[in-house]
């Protein structure tokens, strides 16, 4: 039980409880004054509305029961000895990749003191059973509805929020992805529970229920940890999506980070480049505007080039500041952070707007300088795939979702650089969120527009820009990249299975990787076969109507669903021929509370049919036409 004291009602609230002991109706009252109160350090209104009128001096006590938590071993999900067994490999495997969630104490002490950060270890854990996964990843979801309803508050709840978002991935629905919610309800958590600041709250004076804080030595390692891996999360969730980020960098960040300066734990070395990477990955997308390109204050050969080269100087002080430690330069997750930097600093290459002067009526020439960063970006891009490439398929599974996010922009900046002559003319050299981007693939018109002038071999527009698909995709072996990766991931994807066929309890962790990889293979596939038969057939100035049945560049359409599947590589024709009308187009749209989740009418489709059109289909349009502006 639970006392709320308020001044000098305390005595009177005593005199009750003695009062209702000795008159026997101890029961009776228990039952009658029974409310679910929040376990938090803020008030609510929930005792109000249970207390009776008559009995005003009842609302200064308050009965709360004990919150029960699910326990997926008294249920029988799994055993004791699997799902301790999973708990170890977490420890011993899953930190190196994610540092901010370290276990103290083994799995029976886990399980019983920190009940949703057990239950979230073991959803991302079970990754060799898909079924028993699925059945832990939806009774999860279930449970942080349930920490919402009863208001719940701890250091708990926010490690398994941590340890589900920092593996978002292997739960990724393209129609429901719901990242930023999980993200906001991690900051939140945070600046509640006190551990963006060095000061604690004192506790309320209408609860002596602590969300934990008040049981816990004040400004715990493992509340730095999780201060640090939600503003890790936090940034490049931000990064991805084109946000700014909502936690920002402040001094206390620094000194969580010192407190774990002479830590004996291994992967606590990696906390601090990390979160140096994130700050600084923080100011490059605030700095060159990368949420709102088109309103950037930074413009300019000149100024480009100049911070350019001072963010870059600065990463590599990041990356000195590791070579003294084997481990640190051997971590697939650190080194793949420094690529992600690379890449960053470099986007700014893609943006024509950002290179224009005011008085500019058209895109300028390539310069030297711009081809440079172009060079810069394609080296980076290629080198986030060659990790990836060098990493054991062991690892690959246990990447957490910073690392799958930036493969994710990596590969679409490649698909951008490749094609940057055609985009630019197209004026679609703007990245935008991921959301966004599949809304855009998305059109309303479902027929086929005329392409003719999207497949461009022009001699004198290559002389002009000197940076072509063909040659730039030839010299940085992209094709050969996106297949080796795929071949890679064919223990998640076998040769001849069809993208988001399978059905979610069947599905591995990599699942979603596996199928995006593969449709985005298909595209580019498709697409350099298009201006390899465009080049050896066409003349440059002597083009076919858009409209001949040709079977070269000009006489391509955009493939139907069935024809995407099954023929990867193949020329398509009858370029004015209309697409089938897709199921979902006129559903397609962004809910104003779930911003970051695709709606899509579950009634609309067959089954498996939605996520298979909002998979396979367009990412096979993202390589197709490459219009994600």
């Not at 300066?261 to 480049?273: C, G, K, V």
């Not at 605030?286 to 309103?295: P, V």
């Not at 051997?330 to 024509?352: G, K």
């Not at 079977?551 to 139907?560: K, V, Y």
Request: with cysteine; charged share 20%; hydrophobic share 40%.
């Amino acid at each position: 039980m639970v006392l709320c004291c308020h001044g000098d009602h305390y005595s009177k609230a005593t005199s009750l409880i003695l009062l209702l002991g000795e008159s026997g109706n101890w029961n009776n009252a228990w039952k009658a004054s029974s409310v679910v109160t929040p376990d938090s350090s803020a008030p609510t209104d929930d005792a109000a509305a249970h207390v009776s009128p008559t009995n005003a001096q009842a609302r200064y006590w308050i009965e709360s029961p004990p919150f029960e938590a699910y326990d997926p071993i008294d249920v029988g999900v799994l055993d004791e000895e699997h799902a301790y067994r999973l708990v170890q490999e977490f420890r011993t495997s899953f930190v190196s990749s994610f540092p901010f969630i370290v276990l103290d104490g083994d799995g029976p002490s886990l399980r019983r003191q920190a009940p949703f950060l057990f239950l979230a270890i073991l959803t991302i854990t079970a990754y060799d059973t898909p079924r028993i996964q699925c059945l832990l990843s939806e009774e999860l979801r279930r449970q942080m509805a349930r920490t919402i309803e009863h208001c719940r508050k701890s250091l708990d709840i926010l490690q398994g929020l941590l340890v589900y978002g920092a593996w978002y991935h292997t739960f990724y629905r393209p129609a429901n992805q719901q990242l930023a919610i999980i993200v906001q309800l991690c900051v939140a958590l945070v600046q509640d529970l006190g551990l963006s600041s060095p000061a604690k709250p004192k506790p309320n004076k209408w609860s002596f229920a602590d969300c934990g804080i008040l049981g816990r030595p004040k400004g715990s390692l493992a509340e730095k940890r999780a201060y640090l891996g939600t503003y890790l999360l936090s940034v490049l969730f931000a990064q991805s999506w084109r946000k700014r980020t909502t936690l920002p960098y402040t001094r206390y960040l620094t000194l969580c980070c010192d407190a774990f300066r002479d830590s004996s734990l291994q992967t606590d070395a990696l906390i601090r480049p990390l979160i140096q990477s994130c700050e600084l990955l923080s100011r490059v997308n605030a700095h060159f505007s990368y949420d709102d390109i088109d309103n950037a204050d930074v413009k300019g050969e000149l100024l480009l080039d100049i911070t350019v080269t001072s963010f870059l100087r600065e990463k590599k002080l990041i990356q000195d500041s590791i070579s003294a430690s084997i481990f640190l330069q051997q971590n697939t997750t650190l080194t793949l952070m420094f690529s992600l930097l690379d890449i960053s600093i470099n986007e700014v290459c893609l943006h024509t707007s950002l290179w224009q002067t005011p008085t500019a009526q058209a895109a300028p020439p390539l310069s030297l300088i711009r081809v440079k960063m172009l060079h810069s970006a394609m080296i980076a891009t290629t080198s986030y795939i060659k990790t990836l490439l060098e990493a054991p398929q062991s690892e690959l599974l246990r990447l957490a979702l910073s690392s799958w996010a930036s493969w994710f922009y990596a590969t679409i900046i490649i698909c951008k650089l490749v094609f940057l002559e055609e985009n630019e003319r197209l004026g679609r050299t703007t990245l935008e969120e991921i959301p966004e981007e599949i809304d855009n693939l998305i059109p309303q018109n479902m027929d086929a527009e005329d392409i003719s002038g999207y497949v461009s071999a022009s001699a004198e527009i290559s002389e002009q820009s000197g940076w072509t698909a063909l040659p730039v995709a030839e010299r940085y072996n992209v094709g050969l990249l996106f297949d080796r990766f795929m071949q890679k991931l064919r223990f998640i994807l076998p040769e001849g299975d069809a993208p988001w066929h399978r059905p979610k309890e069947a599905r591995e962790s990599l699942y979603a990787i596996a199928c995006i990889q593969q449709v985005i293979l298909n595209g580019f596939t498709k697409r350099m076969d298009r201006l390899n038969s465009k080049t050896t057939t066409t003349p440059p100035t002597d083009r076919a109507p858009a409209t001949a049945p040709n079977t070269h560049a000009d006489g391509f359409a955009q493939s139907t669903w069935s024809s995407s599947l099954s023929d990867p590589h193949g020329i398509h024709v009858n370029a004015r021929a209309p697409v089938p009308m897709a199921p979902f187009a006129s559903f397609m749209n962004f809910d104003s509370i779930n911003f970051d989740g695709v709606m899509l009418p579950q009634s609309t489709f067959p089954p498996q049919m939605g996520e298979t059109v909002l998979g396979d289909w367009m990412w096979d349009m993202v390589m197709d036409d490459l219009t994600m502006p």
